[in-house]
């Protein structure tokens, strides 16, 4: 059973590879079979045994609830043990549905009918195989998870926009974990400002990163192997923190057993992190094989409580060998039980570690080219909003859309990020191509004259004026006003000169110059861009008073820095604003406000 991680926009290429090599008929993708679970086996007794759905969720509230990721089964079912019940274990486990796995695929070294049974979907297509994966792994066949990672197409795109942009700079990421060794990145990491960085931006792994301070490869690791349900659980994550930073005694089990576990567990300051630690210690510890401690491990790790109880015995006989007290095997065999159940594979967390040491590097040496890629990429519209603010808490200017600047997706300018047409509600990718195909536009006029008919949708171009991609040509409130009346008069025209008419006065698209709205931009804006890119202006607020030298001092670093923006101080104490004669851009505003 392998997994492979691939550029989401790429994996098909590999599994035409896959299939080239190996031959269609050794190569299928695998089954999978919806089971019915104590919940639904419950729910379906009680509607057959002819009483009402109510009755079904309150016999569901006799199951634990799920833990560790895992459903409960009728097992633990503490509620009434009657025919209803007896029917529910019936059904429970028999197979409801059929359907295909997201990634995975079985490679056979002959041809793959002579060994399993075989379906098409609906009669074509690729072959899926008529085994679940568990059935797969008995009879030894191959299966490789071929995923899709969208994170990597993030980091290629990033690398792109580098080669591109800068001068064909060419940003070469480590291949081992021995090269990961930037201090800048590791600072990144310590702080805890990792929105965006694969695997470590939500706000409890956050949390953990800087309760963590990581300072090298190894314990991005550890990172992403705690942050999960089991090791939490046992509150592994805060010893590890508290160990690694001296704020707690590294200990062991059984004080007999730390001179046979220190040389496994150093590393991990005594815990037990990875898969690979539990084998190590069945088999340096307890004396196995690695092939009969892979047998006892799994028994652990699947709750397969026949098999451990079987393995106990020569468990405890092998420690006692080895002059261990009966104190010292069950504390040995309690620690390693649970942790085998939520242990990490190490090979994973590594190659997982090695991806969330790339993005982190790229955010903090190419900040601009990575919030970029990973915006382009990003389709839920509440995550790039909070790209956008993590953009703006990084003092990254996001511009907003214009319809001869901007690409399908974001793009890395010189002064920020440039919002892309393809990310504005309401407008879709073919209108956008054809956008793209027929620019520069020089005013609306040649806008609604050379603009495909996709282009000229009432919706798309309504979208398009909202979001700000008219207002290097005319003023944005004006537009929106006219937008509807100049669309049927474009379409119009269009018509008439299909037909052959061809007018004696040049259609012209005239709009007002109307005072701007801030209020209403901000709203146009969160209505087509899922965020506010307007800014009415800047304001500075010195937490104490501003001397003439600091004041001289904010001025000149205003003249040097101009932007888009109008700058203010705040004095408080009710003094009124004092206005700069300037405008400055958010990158100077935030510099300017850190310095002072």
């Not at 075989?118 to 066949?141: P, S």
């Not at 996001?398 to 509600?425: H, M, W």
Request: neutral net charge.
């Amino acid at each position: 059973d392998v997994d492979i991680d691939i550029q989401e926009d790429r994996r098909e290429e590999v599994l035409d590879i896959a299939r080239n090599k190996y031959g269609e008929e050794c190569v299928a993708s695998l089954g999978t079979f919806g089971t019915v679970g104590a919940k639904a086996a419950l729910k379906d007794s009680v509607r057959v045994h002819g009483l009402s759905f109510s009755d079904g969720v309150e016999r569901t509230r006799h199951l634990p609830p799920p833990k560790f990721g895992r459903s409960p089964t009728l097992a633990e079912y503490s509620g009434l043990r009657d025919d209803i019940y007896d029917l529910a274990v019936e059904l429970e486990g028999t197979v409801r549905s059929e359907s295909v796995h997201a990634a995975a695929v079985v490679i056979s070294p002959e041809p793959l009918k002579d060994i399993i049974p075989l379906r098409r979907a609906g009669g074509k297509g690729n072959w899926i195989t008529g085994y679940d994966m568990h059935e797969i792994e008995a009879l030894g066949l191959l299966k490789i998870d071929f995923l899709g990672l969208r994170t990597l197409k993030v980091i290629d795109d990033c690398q792109r926009m580098l080669e591109t942009g800068r001068s064909g700079l060419r940003c070469i990421l480590p291949s081992n974990p021995e090269e990961c060794t930037d201090a800048e990145t590791f600072r990144l990491l310590s702080s805890g400002n990792t929105l965006g960085v694969f695997q470590l931006d939500s706000p409890g792994m956050r949390r953990l990163l800087q309760s963590v301070a990581p300072e090298s490869f190894r314990d991005i690791t550890a990172v992403l192997s705690l942050y999960r349900p089991g090791p939490m659980g046992a509150g592994a994550e805060r010893s590890y923190a508290a160990r690694k930073n001296n704020r707690e005694r590294i200990d062991f089990p059984h004080p007999e057993l730390e001179k046979g576990l220190a040389s496994i567990l150093d590393k991990t300051y005594g815990l037990i992190v990875y898969q690979e630690q539990v084998l190590e210690i069945l088999a340096v510890v307890g004396g196995y094989t690695y092939g009969s401690a892979e047998l006892i491990f799994n028994a652990m790790r699947k709750k397969q409580h026949d098999k451990m109880e079987a393995a106990k015995p020569d468990f405890i006989a092998r420690m006692k060998m080895r002059g261990y007290s009966d104190a010292a095997i069950e504390a040995l065999w309690e620690t390693l039980v649970p942790f085998a159940d939520y242990s990490f594979n190490l090979s994973h967390a590594t190659g997982y570690a090695l991806i969330a040491y790339w993005t982190a590097y790229l955010k903090t040496h190419y900040p601009v080219e990575y919030m970029c890629a990973l915006l382009s990429n990003e389709p839920d519209p509440d995550k790039s909003a909070e790209y956008l603010h993590e953009c703006e808490r990084m003092g990254i200017e996001v511009l907003p859309p214009d319809i001869n600047e901007s690409d399908q997706g974001f793009t890395a300018t010189a002064s920020g990020i440039r919002y892309g047409l393809s990310k504005i509600k309401g407008v879709g990718v073919k209108a956008v191509n054809s956008i793209i195909g027929k620019r520069p536009f020089h005013n609306l006029a040649d806008y609604f004259g050379r603009v495909p008919a996709v282009g000229l949708n009432l919706g798309t171009f309504t979208a398009l004026a909202k979001a700000g991609a008219f207002d290097g040509m005319c003023n944005r409130e004006g537009l929106i006003e006219v937008a509807e009346k100049y669309v049927e008069k474009a379409s119009s025209a269009r018509k008439a000169a299909r037909s052959g008419q061809r007018g004696v006065v040049k259609v012209r698209y005239p709009v007002k110059n109307k005072s701007i709205n801030l209020k209403k931009r901000q709203e146009w804006e969160k209505e087509t861009l899922g965020v506010e890119l307007s800014i009415g202006s800047v304001v500075l607020c010195p937490n104490e008073p501003l001397t003439t030298p600091a004041f001289e001092w904010l001025r000149r670093v205003v003249q040097s820095y101009p932007g888009r923006y109008p700058l203010k101080i705040d004095f408080g104490m009710g003094i009124p604003h004092y206005t700069l004669p300037y405008k400055i851009d958010l990158n100077s505003a935030r510099r300017a406000l850190e310095s002072l």
